[in-house]
């Protein structure tokens, strides 16, 4: 299907000729599959670059006029960045890339959507300053973590998710009208994310994003801390073959495996008390393999042996502002370790993380989890109290081993994460596999666990995934979250009656 001539005139009016396409070359690299999903996405009919928040309110009009879904889109990592049925189009964000403001004194940074990890983070480094930057790595924007999807990253148990660090926002709502929220309604500048009268924080994003389904967001500032540890790091190097170090005596990393996570639960909740490190947190055993690992080759040769090293691996992260107030940490690490019966793994295993120091910063070697098969799932992607987290981690392995023995999913069945945050106040957690996209039977097995897996949240009350979405499958979910999402239903119903942003 193709725009008719009408709305693909006033569309290019609007973005000139050179930021609208057509092209059949242009539109196939934009139904691909994404690592979710294993089949293309239909097709968009057109793909528009917009400049400026005037242009994408300009766009929405046309598309209210015409009846025209459309779409936002950066790196199209996931599959809500794409068309789910025809008579749509892309508003892809490449052009609107600009830093527009860092505020070093009162600590935020301004941005359009374009804008990348990998263009914000070292600027804000340099100035000794840094902000939790979401796990998927260098290319994602950091406005869409912050505003429209999870954006969780492992440091976390330090400082929070970027839900708590969202300023003000600038979002063209689904009738074009322009909205500004926060502190920028009384043009008192992108401080806050609040201002007298109703607050639309939520709106914009709750626990999670709302994926664009509910507003185009052209610009927002999002806040920024003080480094923990040193600012300066070092690269040797090519990536992905790269390696990063930071020389301080203000920075050390440990890594400990636990056998019961129980175990890994107190030590987290004492060294929260304590409020001692900078990262701590539970990492999976499969991506961590990957990520340590050059090729699949290589992993299937270390796999045996590192499964066997750290199922349950706790990384620490100690970063403080003097040499004195790292050994203080330490000796409450050690004794938290000692007394949680925690082992710390091998030295010439644990020294990968200290040439690998983005694991703390930008975690550039994410990608390589797609190495086994090109898929993955990840489920159980809520937050609720540490102990929760860790209670949902023993549930699972009452059915998980079902299908790891069988063959039918990945036989990693503690290939979980769990992410304290704020010093332990709460968790986040996720259970991750990897299957093959090109298998149509891994595809069904998949389906077939994570299926379970909703069941057995629904059943147990465990508060683990968080209802992502619109529609009948998130309905079911959003029970144990006070039907919350009967009430986004009625917020999108109110804000977008048409239905112009494609769910
Ligand atoms: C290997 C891998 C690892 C990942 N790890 C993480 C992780 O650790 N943490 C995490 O949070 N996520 C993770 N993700 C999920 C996801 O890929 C990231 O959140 C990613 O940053 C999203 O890509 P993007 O930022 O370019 O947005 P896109 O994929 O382009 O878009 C994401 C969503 O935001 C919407 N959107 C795009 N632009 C706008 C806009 N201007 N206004 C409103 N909505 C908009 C899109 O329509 C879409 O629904 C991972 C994905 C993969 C494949």
């Known amino acids: 299907m193709s725009l008719s001539r009408e709305a693909y005139r006033e569309l290019a009016a609007v973005v000139g000729e050179q930021y609208i396409s057509e092209d059949d070359f242009i539109l196939a690299g934009n139904r691909a599959q994404t690592p979710e999903i294993p089949f293309a996405h239909p097709s968009p009919d057109a793909i528009l670059l917009p400049g400026s928040v005037e242009e994408v309110a300009e766009i929405v009009k046309i598309c209210n006029k015409y009846g025209i879904e459309y779409i936002g889109n950066v790196t199209g990592c996931i599959p809500t960045a794409y068309c789910t049925r025809e008579n749509s189009i892309i508003l892809h964000f490449k052009r609107m890339n600009k830093i527009l403001e860092i505020n070093a004194e009162d600590r935020y940074a301004v941005i359009e959507p374009g804008v990348r990890h990998v263009q914000l983070y070292p600027e804000v480094r340099k100035l000794g300053l840094s902000y939790t930057a979401a796990a998927v790595g260098p290319g994602g924007s950091v406005l869409v973590n912050f505003c429209a999807t999870g954006g969780d990253h492992h440091c976390q148990y330090g400082t929070s998710r970027p839900t708590r660090y969202l300023l003000g926002v600038e979002m063209v709502l689904p009738n074009g009208e322009i909205l500004r929220t ?3 309604q009384t043009d008192s500048g992108w401080f806050c994310p609040e201002s007298p009268g109703p607050s639309l924080r939520s709106i914009v ?3 999670s994003g709302n994926s664009g389904k509910l507003g185009i967001i052209t610009k927002c500032a999002v806040a920024l801390d003080r480094c923990k540890g040193p600012a300066e790091f070092r690269a040797e190097g090519l990536s992905p073959h790269h390696k990063i170090y930071m020389d301080s005596d203000c920075s050390s990393v440990y890594v400990f495996n636990y056998k019961s996570i129980q175990d890994v639960c107190d030590a987290i909740t004492k060294l929260g008390e304590a409020e001692t490190c900078a990262t701590v947190q539970k990492y999976f055993y499969l991506p961590l393999t990957l990520m340590m690992t050059e090729s699949a080759n290589e992993f299937w040769e270390k796999w ?3 499964k066997k090293i750290f199922p349950m691996p706790l990384v620490v992260h100690i970063a403080t502002h003097s040499a004195r107030e790292r050994e203080y940490e330490e000796k409450i690490l050690f004794d938290v370790v000692e007394e949680t019966h925690g082992t710390r793994i091998p030295r010439e295993i644990e020294r ?4 690998h120091m983005d694991y703390f910063m930008i975690v550039a070697r994410l990608q390589s989890v797609l190495r086994l098969g090109g898929s993955w799932l990840p489920i159980k992607t809520g937050a609720e109290s540490l102990q929760h987290m860790c209670d949902v981690y023993d549930q699972t392995q009452t059915f998980i081993h079902d299908y790891t023995n069988a063959g ?8 979980y994460q769990i992410i304290p945050m704020e010093y332990g106040h709460f968790a986040s957690s996720e259970l991750l596999f990897m299957w093959d996209r090109k298998d149509p039977q891994s595809f069904r097995y998949m389906a077939e666990f994570s ?3 909703k069941e057995e949240d629904l059943k147990n009350h465990a508060y683990v995934m968080a209802p992502y979405g619109f529609g009948k499958a998130v309905q079911e979910q959003g029970a144990l979250y006070s039907h919350c999402t009967d009430w986004l239903a009625r917020v999108k119903d109110a804000l977008d009656p048409n239905y112009t942003l494609d769910i």
Request: charged share 30%; no cysteine; proline share 8%.
């Open 304 to 306: 045996p042996e590192y």
């Open 352 to 355: 990968w993380w200290e040439e």
């Open 182 to 184: 926060g502190s920028l």
């Open 451 to 453: 299926q379970r897996s």
């Open 205 to 207: 994003k709750g626990y």
């Open 408 to 415: 039918k999913i990945f036989d990693a069945p503690a290939n």
